[in-house]
């Protein structure tokens, strides 16, 4: 399952991830990892999150960022939360490059029984139908 939290800048999406972030760790039957832009977060969520900062990977495109999911996975089967903020800062702000991103990380869940929760920083009317029914 994935989930998109999609907001201009000040409307509270970072708070929103944290609050699901804090959420998942007490539930979860597994590792939760968030995938940040820059080492922001550090002192924000549980010492229990696996805490990944896509600048220090050189993670900058959409491929990359796909194949750097991936291997997390293929390291760990035990992630059952992934948390990706700012989207767009990590892979460039193009709406095609994220709604794809979106689509291929819906069926990259499903298929690894994971939920995934990513913040894009955009005026939600400016979403696609395609990305509306994930928000």
């Known amino acids: 399952m994935i989930h998109v939290i999609m907001g201009l800048k000040g409307s509270g999406k970072t708070k929103k991830l944290i609050d699901s972030i804090h959420q998942a760790v007490e539930q979860a039957s597994g590792d939760v990892v968030c995938i940040e832009y820059g080492k922001k977060l550090t002192y924000d969520v549980n010492y229990r999150v696996r805490l990944v900062d896509s600048k220090e990977y050189g993670i900058c495109s959409l491929d990359m960022l796909k194949g750097f999911l991936s291997g997390l996975h293929a390291g760990n089967f035990d992630i059952t939360h992934v948390y990706i903020d700012n989207l767009y800062k990590t ?7 994220g709604e794809a991103f979106v689509v291929w990380c819906a069926e990259f869940a499903k298929i690894n029984n994971m939920e995934i929760t990513v913040s894009i920083s955009d005026d939600p009317a400016n979403a696609s139908e395609v990305m509306k029914q994930y928000l």
């Open 91 to 97: 892979i460039g702000s193009n709406p095609a490059n």
